[in-house]
């Protein structure tokens, strides 16, 4: 079966501008998270869905991130005024359910590489 | 707070060895523990998963223990080949929180 998809893969835009991220999981995975990623960096924790809320998003460095989910399914991240520190590549995840050990192995999406000029 | 350290940030081996990565971690106690695979350009990719009453896992040419006594994991992959280099992570796994990931080990196996 299609695995997690994201687009658009690379999206290069001017400081000060709005961009949406999108993230279709594997269907049937209840959970879906968001991490960013710099270079030489590793992954940060952006925010995680169960079903459409959130319940944590302690990972959004700034109230211009924000995130939503819709139907169970697709998420979209949505970074306002983008900054050039921003740039890097977000990478999203599924899983079939979360805390449950064993099932909760994370499905990655090949990332949307930003960058902010 | 939470710290996960992955013992260096490259690791160059001949083909053939072994290759033993190492994961610590402090102020945490995970429930269970998470090593994936990460390749250029792309997205990272489970490999195996640990719980915390476990000490073994194998699958295949790879081996991970896990100690919660010293607060730590090693990865082993025996009979290294030239296809295992890559961007190796480990993750803490509380198993209701989400994953805290280490920054990783870049692997290269030579031939």
């Known amino acids: 079966g299609a695995g997690v998809s994201q687009s658009p893969s690379n999206k290069v835009t001017e400081k000060g501008k709005d961009v949406e991220l999108r993230c279709d999981p594997i269907s049937g995975h209840t959970a879906l998270y968001w991490y960013r990623q710099s270079l030489g960096q590793g992954l940060e924790f952006l925010i995680y869905f169960q079903g459409n809320s959130a319940p944590d998003k302690s990972g959004l460095p700034s109230d211009r991130f924000s995130a939503e989910r819709t139907g169970g399914s697709v998420s979209t991240l949505t970074i306002q005024r983008t900054q050039q520190e921003d740039s890097a590549v977000y990478l999203c995840?599924?899983?079939?359910?979360?805390?449950?050990?064993?099932?909760?192995?994370?499905?990655f999406g090949p990332g949307t590489r930003l960058t902010v000029l | 707070s939470q710290k996960i350290e992955q013992n260096s940030e490259a690791l160059n081996i001949q083909e053939g060895k072994t290759a033993t990565l190492t994961c610590n971690y402090t102020?945490?106690?995970?429930?269970?523990l998470q090593w994936y695979r990460q390749d250029p350009g792309r997205g990272p990719v489970f490999l195996l998963l640990i719980r915390e009453n476990e000490k073994e896992k194998r699958k295949e040419r790879l081996k991970v223990t896990f100690d919660t006594t010293l607060k730590q994991s090693l990865f082993h992959i025996t009979a290294s080949q030239p296809a295992d280099s890559a961007t190796y992570l480990c993750?803490?796994?509380?198993?209701?929180?989400?994953?805290?990931f280490g920054k990783g080990t870049r692997l290269s196996v030579i031939a």
């Open positions: 993750a803490l796994d509380k198993g209701n929180t989400p994953l805290v």
């Open positions: 102020n945490y106690s995970p429930a269970y």
């Open positions: 995840a599924s899983s079939l359910a979360p805390g449950t050990g064993g099932n909760n192995e994370q499905f």
